[in-house]
């Protein structure tokens, strides 16, 4: 399921598999194959959300303790994102994508009463509304004929990008029981990706978002007790660096 996928995972492959095993279990048939049509469709990548809290949690040996959080943050991205879809759609399955985004919602909700991890109800909670934020700052740019200037820059890219990447982190490193030192610079590296990863999405020059993956890169070299940090960051830089646009074969 993963072979085809353009990107080094192969340290937390079995992982990996086993985050979108759980998936297939937990979703209606119906709404699996809405999902693979749309994201087939449109190129997503799903599996990032799920591989930086993993290649996280790797980095101090605790892979296998990060699957839920990295399910339930893939299903954050999968709503966040059925949700942008309509946007570049004009027939009626609009309202179907919608809705598929809702029941995506729906699902994390119901999977954290039965796995026992309401308590990060508030901090998902919070996520969601921040990037949600992030999109509306960067709609209303966009629709009032704006450039994503640099002094808003980090700004609404961080809300829409760079919280979820931490987030993504700092959850990997929770779930392995690392102290907060060590999972405050897990963190810090998600959020500085994530605004370079979104400035490259945004069209925004290399001259832009270099310097934040660098900046991003410097917590990742502080981390003391951390024995498994390359794949990361090869992961992370061959992410920034694929081309806008690039397909990938979505696993669901």
């Known amino acids: 399921m993963i072979g085809d996928y353009p990107f080094s995972v192969q340290q937390i492959q079995p992982q990996i598999e086993d985050v979108f095993a759980k998936l297939q279990t937990w979703l209606h048939d119906d709404a699996k194959a809405l999902l693979h049509c749309y994201l087939m469709q449109f190129g997503v990548d799903i599996v990032a959300?799920?591989?930086?809290?993993?290649?996280?949690?790797?980095?101090?040996?605790?892979?296998?303790?990060?699957?839920?959080?990295?399910?339930?943050?893939?299903?954050?991205?999968?709503?966040?994102?059925?949700?942008?879809?309509?946007?570049r759609i004009r027939d009626r399955g609009?309202?179907?994508?919608?809705?598929?985004?809702?029941?995506?919602?729906?699902?994390?909700?119901?999977?954290?009463?039965?796995?026992?991890?309401?308590?990060?109800?508030?901090?998902?909670?919070?996520?969601?509304?921040?990037m949600n934020e992030g999109a509306i700052m960067r709609r209303l740019y966009e629709q009032g004929g704006l450039a994503l200037a640099d002094d808003r820059m980090q700004e609404i890219l961080g809300k829409q990008y760079g919280l979820f990447f931490a987030e993504c982190c700092d959850l990997g490193g929770i779930s392995t029981g690392q102290p907060q030192a060590e999972v405050s610079l897990l963190r810090q590296f998600g959020h500085d990706f994530g605004i370079a990863y979104g400035a490259q999405e945004a069209g925004l020059s290399a001259e832009v978002y270099e310097p934040l993956l660098d900046r991003a890169f410097s917590y990742l070299d502080d981390l003391q007790g951390a024995k498994e940090k390359d794949g990361l960051k090869e992961y992370a830089r061959q992410l920034v660096a694929a081309p806008k646009g690039l397909k990938f074969r979505p696993a669901v």
């Open 49 to 87: 959300p799920p591989a930086f809290v993993l290649f996280s949690a790797q980095i101090f040996n605790g892979a296998e303790s990060a699957i839920y959080p990295a399910l339930f943050l893939l299903l954050i991205h999968l709503a966040m994102t059925m949700h942008n879809i309509p946007r």
């Open 94 to 130: 609009r309202q179907l994508v919608i809705l598929e985004g809702d029941y995506l919602y729906a699902h994390l909700l119901f999977m954290l009463y039965q796995t026992g991890c309401l308590n990060l109800l508030e901090r998902f909670s919070r996520l969601i509304r921040e």
